[in-house]
Structures are given as structure tokens and as C-alpha cells.
């Protein structure tokens, strides 16, 4: 069973950065695109950014692009995403995800997530 497990959120001051983790267990061949999503009380769940594991070719939503990275240890089965100049508005929880993609350019938050971690909470204060 494919299990991902988050860690690492945190409350933080504005301007902070924080480095997520999640750790695959039960990793699998059929799950070869990760991701990262958040979700606020009352907002839909949304995509930030994912990682096509067999390349470590990553994929960013315009809104985090310069600010997010997304990167992994294949040999720790862990990927994570770094949060810099953080916002008040990226308080959230945070979510992994992992999905199979047919190739790199279909590994993007709209891919097919099977397997969902429990979250970590991000607070940003200002």
C-alpha cells in the first residue's frame, strides 16, 4: 500500500521559508508523478506544484513559480517542497500526493493522485 506521510509545517513569520517533506512508503513503479497541494478553511484544494520521479522533471502552477521548489531524494523516497518569502496567504494544510503520469508533461496537478498523505499545517503570521 502506497502511503505518503508529511512533515515539517510549522508556524512562521512572514518572510520565513519552511522545507515540507513526504516520505513514500509502499513506493511503487505505478507511482512515478508526486505532488504537493494545499487547502484553506473554505477554499478548494489546490495544486501547487509535482515532480515526474524517473526524471526529476518538476512542474509549477504560475502563482508559486519563483517562490516554491520542488525537489527529491529517490534514494530516501522522500520529495519536498521549500516555501520561500512566505505569505499569510499560504497558511494552509499541505498535502502529498502520488498519481501515475504516461510521461514528464502529464505530471502536473491535474494528473491521476490515487494516494493522499494526512497533511501538515502551514501558519504564516504577519
Known amino acids: 500500500q502506497v502511503q505518503p506521510v508529511e512533515s515539517g509545517g510549522d508556524s512562521v513569520q512572514g518572510g520565513g521559508s519552511l522545507k515540507l517533506s513526504c516520505t513514500i512508503s509502499?513506493?511503487?513503479?505505478?507511482?512515478?508523478?508526486l505532488g504537493w497541494f494545499r487547502q484553506a478553511p473554505g477554499k478548494e484544494r489546490e495544486g501547487l506544484a509535482t515532480?515526474?520521479?524517473?526524471?526529476?522533471?518538476?512542474y509549477y502552477v504560475e502563482s508559486v513559480k519563483g517562490r516554491f521548489t520542488i525537489s527529491q531524494d529517490s534514494a530516501k523516497n522522500t520529495i519536498y517542497l521549500e516555501i520561500h518569502s512566505l505569505k499569510p496567504e499560504d497558511s494552509a494544510m499541505y498535502y502529498c500526493?502520488?498519481?501515475?503520469?504516461?510521461?514528464?508533461?502529464?505530471?502536473?496537478?491535474?494528473?491521476?493522485?490515487?494516494?493522499w498523505g494526512q497533511g501538515t499545517q502551514v501558519t504564516v503570521s504577519s
Open positions: 515532480i515526474y520521479t524517473l526524471t526529476g522533471t518538476p
Open positions: 500526493a502520488a498519481g501515475w503520469a504516461g510521461y514528464p508533461s502529464r505530471c502536473d496537478p491535474t494528473a491521476k493522485f490515487d494516494h
Open positions: 509502499g513506493y511503487s513503479y505505478m507511482t512515478n508523478c
